[in-house]
């Protein structure tokens, strides 16, 4: 028992009240007048008992009242058990990642997950959870046996990748909220692969102790699978080696050296065989070469022979799109016609490119319809024929993509045509005798995509700049600064289009970023991002996002998805408002996005989940027991919190109401008039 | 309707003890008491044959011519009474359980008698306050203002001191040589011995002795609740009793007081009412000069 405010205990300070009126003056008594005393008798008997007993029973009626009053105002509580058995709640966690998929694990899992929530009290309350590429919370604390039945049983083997981290932090959620002891049951097959990088993200709060049930104990079995594929998304001319290579990683884990029959499948058909030799748990690389995709997005897919446990992970799709090659509008000033030659020749170079460059002056760009181009660029072109300028506001408003470049013209124009912002001023660093450098550059831009840069900032660093335009970056995303800060690449995106402003120019004047061999995947990756070609086609990993649109604001139809097996996981209202896709199962996704552009998707598992390979004993134990010991720690606060605290404030007004009302009674009859005996 | 201005509460409430008096006094009857004597008034009461040593004034000679004997006329007695009341002004009249108090409620029946003696009968009036002691004397009157007079009287008769009823009655039988009337209102806080011993004398001057024992019903009847500590309004003495004394031997203390001081009374020739505070003053007043015109 406790109290809320124990503070208004010293209320009961007031009891010297009626202990003051009924014992300090008690005795006191106002002498009575009268006309003689002749006929009276002095006497003092043991009726006066009779007055001590009843003012006895008033004084301690009057007692009761202070002392429930102050307890009322001290708001006592007891902790009494809570409805719910102890008051823990039972959460149990399913694994449905893709490694279930292997063997019986699955199963198992479910049918033992079942047999725990059977054998619980039917009045303690559980909750269901899945965890796959997210943990996903099927049902609310509750008690009903048949709606957590079907939660569990409506979980499937999915295909996204398990994370224990992202379990400790849900969990760690739900404890915040819960505010009650847990016990976690994870069903799992333990991956060692789904152990996150920081060990502290899948560690429990203390008042969760965790019940591992590995479903895959013992050593893993052999699993070879398709770790990697290499393919171009985009393809121009098959018979061209460089543009139709594709390279395929065949890995084996836990398995001992063998050699598997790896196929190139397209559109179901298979159209090569290669014998590989994979070494004991190694790698081995296969490769193929497009030969037969026809125009049109093809269905591809690198398999190999079965023969492990495992054989969901024994092939990996892509898709291929083939086209003619791409023409790319490149408009530049009068002047300027290194720009073109250097853009064109890393534009050729690219090995995935399929693209031709149509250098146009300015001038001649009057008649021309950008929608008939993969992208435009604008070097150092400024001017622009209205006509055309209000044509590629058009197109880039539609979906279409552009990219501008700002030679030595911006110090005489302060106006960027299609970026719908001026320059500030033009800086040239080769005045001062020096040039500026590449200081930030944000590697997750598509344009400037890079995986691992190295020390050389990805081979930015030896770029020079000479001269650049300061441009208010507004809205727009900064890809890259100078190291003075100065933005070098922006991306701003306009109705359904980007653009893409390079702040200085391509002619090797401005800098000297042509000449290096960044400059080549830098023309590459922005050729691929602006033409579109990388969200048409290729792969992704299962629960990678697509953005189906471009902004809230977007005026454009309606998107259409068909996932994997037929059915469109959007329903009308989605298809019409929704920014953007989770891929959440393996196979082909055929997307008709908001622009427009129809593209086919290939969906494959992360191959991570693919490395069976439980974890350490050391380490389950250091998670389960990581629980645990905290759990015993905090025993005493799981036990307090599985008691709830109660309020008695009703009950003790209701007893000082019941004090109040008898002391009323009892003090009117000693007010009140006596009736006639005699 | 009249009866309920004569509840006592509500005369207590009326501050002139003129107006109070009259409307008590016209509320009920004018003139019921009559004289005991025989007198010159002009009310015939009867013929007596005459005997000798009898006043010749009193022959009724136009009856003796036609009979030729002589009769005495004899008529009632006139308004020539003599009315005094003696007021109790001890500190034991001061007592009340609720209004009046024993002291007003003699006021008021005081004023009622000179008011009914003065307006109504044209008898002389005249009042003593005492306790221990003559406080006021106004001499009996009938001339003008004589009811202002004891009225104010009245007013000044503030409860204090102790009784004592043989000072004033020496005082009494001092200055009063007429007979007639004397009224002692008082609570008789006295043994009755002692108090018939007193003014049983006046009666034998002549003088018609009335005793009014005003009392409060809480003195009768008195209602304790618990033990109590009492103080005496005249010695300030205090005694502490219990309230089962007070249901049982004080009441017939008190009843056995009342008896025996009606029972002195009577055996001495006095006449003797109870008046209870709490009764109207008009049904007092009735009750006793209903009973006087019965005794004549």
Redesign the interface.
Known sequence: MGFLAPWFLGGLAALGVPVFVHLLRKHI?????????????????S??RH?RLRYLLLFALRLALVLLVALAFANPFIRRASTHANGRLLLIVLDNSFSMRAGTRFSDAKQQALALLAARPHDERAQIAALGGEVELLTQPITDDAQLRAALASIEPGDGRGNFGELGRAVRALAETARAPIDLHLFSDMQHSAVPANFGDMVFPSQVKLMLHNVASGVAPPNWTVESVNAPAQIADPKDPKQSRVEAVVAGFNTPAASKNVSLVINGKVVATQRADVPADGRTKVTFSLLNVAYGFNRCEIRIDGGDSFPADDATVFSVRRSDPERVLFVHANLDTRSAVYFGAALEAAAQSSYVLQPVTAEQATDLDPSRFAFVVLSDALTLPSIFEHALNAYVARGGNVLIALGTSAAHRARVPIWSGETQEARDYARDSSSATIGQIDFSHPALIQDQPGRDNGGWSEVKVNYAAIVDPGSARVAARLADGTPIVLDKQIGEGHVLLLASGLDNLTNDLPLHPVFVAFVDRAARYLSGSERLSGSRLVDAYVQLRAGQESTAGSVEVIDPDGHRPLTLGEERTAQSLRLEKAGFYRIHFANGHDAVIGVNPDRRESDLAPMQEDTLKLWSGSSSSEGNSAAAAASNEGRQPVSLWWYVILLALLAAIAETVLASR?LG??R??? | MLQRYLDPAVLAGISSLDLLAKTVVDGFVAGLHRSPDFGFSQEFAEYRAYTPGDDLRHVDWNLYARTERCYIKRYRGETNSQLTILLDASNSMQYTSGPPTKMDYARFIAASLFYLGIHNQRDAAGLIVFDDEVRDYIRPSTRPGQLARLFAGLERAEPRARTNYARPLEHFRNFLHRRGIAIVISDFYEDPETIIHTIAPLRFHGHEVILFHILDPEEIRPDFKGPALLVDLETETRMEVIPEYVKTSYRAKVDAHIETLRDKARAAGLDYQLLITDRPLDAALREYLTMRQEGN
């Open positions: 008594s106002v002498p009575r007048p009268v006309s003689s005393l002749m006929f009276f008798e002095h006497g003092k008997q009726s006066t007055r000693h008039t006596l006639e005996e005699a």
